[in-house]
């Protein structure tokens, strides 16, 4: 039986959910600004600005980049655990999956509210 791994409690049902709730919204979400994206051609600054402006998309935007880091951490945490045997090795690794995960999600926040 494999442990949880710094106190992060996975349970194969609720990261396989995770995985696939998250895939769906991104399959969605890129689809929908693709589509977007296609019917306003030429794509220029400003309709480029116009479209992060309004406070849904930019919510619609954080659950995508939070979706995302839950996506990539469910499948780093598996290989990992699947993958490095040694403890401390595995440690290591997940916290800089970690700490690499939060500081994309600050300075992709930080660049959404600043538009």
Excluded: E
Excluded at 32 to 49: D, E, F, K, R, S
């Amino acid at each position: 039986m494999v442990k949880s791994v710094l106190g992060v409690n996975h349970q194969g049902l609720r990261d396989w959910v995770v995985q696939r709730l998250s895939a769906v919204y991104m399959a969605v979400y890129v689809v929908a600004l693709t589509v977007y994206v296609l019917m306003h051609q030429p794509l220029t600054y400003p309709l480029w600005y116009g479209i992060f402006l309004p406070g849904w998309m930019k919510i619609a935007t954080i659950i995508l980049i939070l979706s995302v880091m839950l996506h990539a951490w469910v499948g780093m945490w598996t290989i990992f655990t699947d993958y490095v045997k040694p403890f401390v090795l595995r440690c290591i690794l997940n916290v800089m999956v970690i700490l690499t995960l939060t500081a994309c999600f600050i300075w992709a926040v930080m660049i959404l509210w600043s538009v």
